[in-house]
């Protein structure tokens, strides 16, 4: 890769995702339909700059709001909502370096984060229903003092595939608690299965990864279990990212419907119009999915500021504040996706369900993100937080 510039403030970070959301649309329907795995679209993504705009100004990085990072997440899922999913994970694990890497470990993994170098994940574990019950382990190895192996098999890889750099969730053998081992996709003992089989995000190559007496030195294994010690913002901003998927595939898919039938779409013979754009029924449903997309679209923003403001001042308060303020938003957006993604065909008619077309890789799409966590429970910590005052609990996925 030749040289990856820096973008230096959050304005140009917005125009860069504008242009590659413009680049991703292009092909998104054919991607999805063939299965076609995005590699030369990520090495575009990796030239663009844009994987290090949260790195810290002090290690050269444009340390973007999470307003701004929210609204570059929008605008890729608008364009193809399998591409914007693969770097979800790249911005978390940079964060868990932010967060509680050493010094050194900063300075070596930002300058791989500068150079274009894109980190996968490899966390969820079948069979577990938290990260309390991770399995993989590292264990003392036999090089240097403090050096490891490590053994596990992992599912729902999102951007393992195509990583530089796998982040793997683990439990270390002398304390069982979590830590963050960041291992070279090509290390020894790693093989990445694209067997990922979602009806949705089909791209994503959301697969396994095993990993076989994977050699780990010291410098390479960060403490995670600390994150959660006091307050924290790993979880909300880690689902700060998802809803803005969220929101940019029901953005994506009101824009799809708009333009089909204004171009394609022919009027109701009882509505009396020429147009199909001129019946007053389809613009009053036209009406009612533009305010959930709004909605959802304000929500994210006040999201983004509620964890930009905690990030200034981190406390109980401030971080319970943006938490839910997340939950908030990923609840709307989850709702605004799924229902757009299906009204799409209820407002354009036959013709729009051709398999030809691909317009039903929005609601796959949104119907398999959305799945992640469920909105049900977002809406519990919600309601205890407003009507007791409970904070919601410290984990990734708050």
């Known amino acids: 890769m030749s040289a990856v510039p820096v973008i230096a403030d959050d304005a140009e970070a917005l ?28 090495e575009w993504l990796s030239a663009s700059g844009l994987l290090a705009v949260t790195v810290p100004a002090e290690y050269g990085g444009a340390d973007v709001r999470q307003e701004t990072l929210a609204e570059v997440f929008r605008l890729l899922a608008s364009a193809d909502a399998s591409l914007a999913q693969i770097p979800q994970s790249h911005f978390v694990y940079v964060n868990v370096l932010r967060r509680q890497g050493t010094a050194g470990q900063k300075n070596f993994f930002f300058r791989e984060v500068l150079a274009g170098r894109r980190f996968g994940n490899a966390q969820s574990e079948a069979g577990t229903r938290h990260v309390q019950d991770i399995r993989t382990r590292l264990e003392p190895g036999p090089g240097a003092p403090g050096s490891y192996l490590l053994t596990g098999v992992k ?18 053998a002398e304390d069982d608690k979590l830590h963050v081992a960041y291992v070279p996709r090509d290390a020894p003992g790693v093989t990445v299965v694209d067997d990922w089989d979602g009806m949705g995000q089909r791209t994503t190559a959301s697969g396994t990864v095993r990993l076989e007496a994977v050699p780990v030195p010291a410098d390479r294994v960060v403490p995670h279990h600390l994150t959660f010690e006091g307050p924290q913002l790993h979880g909300a901003v880690a689902q700060l990212l998802h809803t803005a998927i969220d929101a940019g595939i029901a953005a994506g898919a009101l824009a799809e419907a708009v333009e089909f039938v204004r171009t394609k779409s022919r009027p109701w013979f009882e509505s009396g119009f020429e147009t199909a754009a001129e019946d007053p029924l389809l613009i009053q449903r036209f009406g009612e999915l533009a305010i959930q997309v709004r909605a959802a679209e304000a929500l994210l923003t006040v999201a983004a500021r509620s964890v930009d403001t905690a990030r200034a001042d981190l406390n109980d308060d401030t971080a319970a504040e943006a938490s839910i303020a997340v939950a908030a938003a990923k609840v709307s957006a989850a709702n605004a996706a799924v229902e757009v993604g299906s009204a799409l065909f209820e407002v354009s008619g036959t013709r729009s369900a051709l398999d030809t077309l691909g317009l039903h890789r929005h609601w796959r799409d949104a119907r398999t993100h959305t799945l992640h966590d469920p909105p049900r429970w977002k809406v519990q910590h919600i309601g205890r937080y407003v009507l007791n005052g409970t904070r919601p609990p410290r984990h990734s996925l708050l």
């Open 155 to 172: 599912h729902y890889s999102t951007g393992a595939l195509f990583a530089d750099w796998i982040p793997v969730l683990a439990r270390a």
């Open 15 to 42: 125009a860069v995702a504008a242009g590659l959301a413009a680049r991703f649309r292009e092909g998104a329907a054919e991607r999805d339909a063939r299965r076609r795995l995005p590699r030369a679209e990520l």
